[in-house]
């Protein structure tokens, strides 16, 4: 169920949250939705918007396309599209559990870790990752540019 930001005080303290931007999305986003539904909780996956990924490369697949796909998958229930910042999305919503791959360890932003902490949100990483979007369009411009 895609929601709107005014329902996320709605959840607070009831959901797994996960987030990124899923651009492409792949196997790794499948395993991580997966691992994280295992937490026992409904999973809210909050999208990152197009500005973001922009930020990263240009959009592979609109958020607005983003959002239905990631919405079809059967680990999630809640589908989210963050117009701010997450650390906006975790002060409002405060899930249960903030779960992470583990390739951020160590590497969570700073005010994300300082509102989890003050919160009760407990960060989870998990060890899900094959794979990243970017890593994946490097080695597709990568093998474009040698059949060129």
């Known amino acids: ?3 709107e930001t005014a329902r996320l005080r709605d959840l607070a303290g009831t959901v797994t949250m996960v987030d990124g931007g899923f651009d492409p999305i792949h196997e790794g986003h499948v395993r991580y939705f997966a691992a994280a539904a295992t937490l026992g909780l409904p999973v809210l996956c909050n999208v990152s918007p197009d500005s973001w990924v922009q930020t990263k490369h240009a959009p592979i697949l609109s958020q607005e ?3 239905e796909v990631i919405d079809a998958f059967r680990d999630i229930t809640y589908t989210h599209l963050s117009s701010g910042a997450t650390v906006d ?3 409002t919503l405060r899930p249960r559990y903030y779960a992470k791959g583990a390739d951020w360890r160590g590497r969570l932003p700073e005010e994300e870790r300082r509102m989890c ?3 009760g949100i407990e960060v989870v990483y998990l060890d899900t990752l094959t794979n990243s ?3 994946l369009i490097d080695d597709f411009l990568r093998r ?3 059949s060129a």
Do not use: H, K, P
Request: no cysteine; net charge positive; glycine share 6%.
């Open 1 to 3: 169920m895609i929601i």
């Open 65 to 67: 396309r983003r959002l």
């Open 89 to 91: 999305v975790l002060r």
């Open 117 to 119: 902490e003050q919160t």
């Open 133 to 135: 979007s970017s890593r």
């Open 144 to 146: 474009q540019g040698a």
